[in-house]
């Protein structure tokens, strides 16, 4: 045997051993499954708050600004009643007393009077009063998907509802939307 011979042996050898190992690796790769069973689908919900402004308006009841601080009608009508009173009591030195003490009651009497109506004497007025109320509401956050991928069952999350399967690449399932999935192709 020549030496060209032995090198033509050894190399073609060695191709073969390549051939050998490419085609066991594309033999793998081509039965690799291409795409994973779905077996359950849950959407994942999120609660989100909004806070907002609430509004309304609301009748106020006020004590009247008082004109009179000191009372001094009620105190004046009060006593001038009350000393005609006190003077047809009596008579002589006895009318005076009466007159005089008929007026000192008749003062406080009515100066008590008034100050029951000044408390009583209200205004309404219409108030605007507000609040902050929070709102809640449901926002989809994405989905959990049960799979089965070579008689193993996985879970992942993904952004979209998927369909009876999902794409499989390399052996690890594909989560990226299908449309953008896509569009990375082109």
Do not use: H, W
Request: glycine share 12%; proline share 4%.
């Amino acid at each position: 045997m020549d030496k060209s011979m032995i090198k033509g042996i050894a190399v073609g050898g060695l191709a073969m051993v390549v051939l050998g190992a490419s085609g066991v690796t594309g033999y793998k790769t081509l039965m690799q499954p291409k795409e994973a069973e779905v077996v359950a689908v849950k959407e994942v919900m999120e609660t989100v708050v909004t806070p907002r402004e609430q509004c309304e308006n609301v009748q106020v009841q006020r004590q009247a600004p008082v004109k009179d601080q000191n009372r001094l009608a009620g105190t004046a009508i009060g006593g001038l009643a009350g000393g005609l009173l006190g003077s047809t009591i009596g008579k002589g030195s006895g009318n005076t007393v009466a007159t005089v003490a008929g007026a000192v009651a008749g003062g406080y009497a009515g100066n008590q009077v008034q100050k029951n109506m000044q408390q009583k004497d209200t205004v309404t007025s219409v108030e605007q009063r507000c609040r902050t109320v929070n709102e809640k509401s449901q926002k989809l956050k994405g989905y959990d998907v049960t799979y089965r991928l070579d008689g193993k069952d996985g879970t992942v999350r993904t952004s979209f509802k998927p369909g009876a399967t999902l794409p499989v690449k390399d052996g690890q399932v594909v989560t990226t939307p299908p449309v953008a999935a896509a569009q990375a192709k082109s």
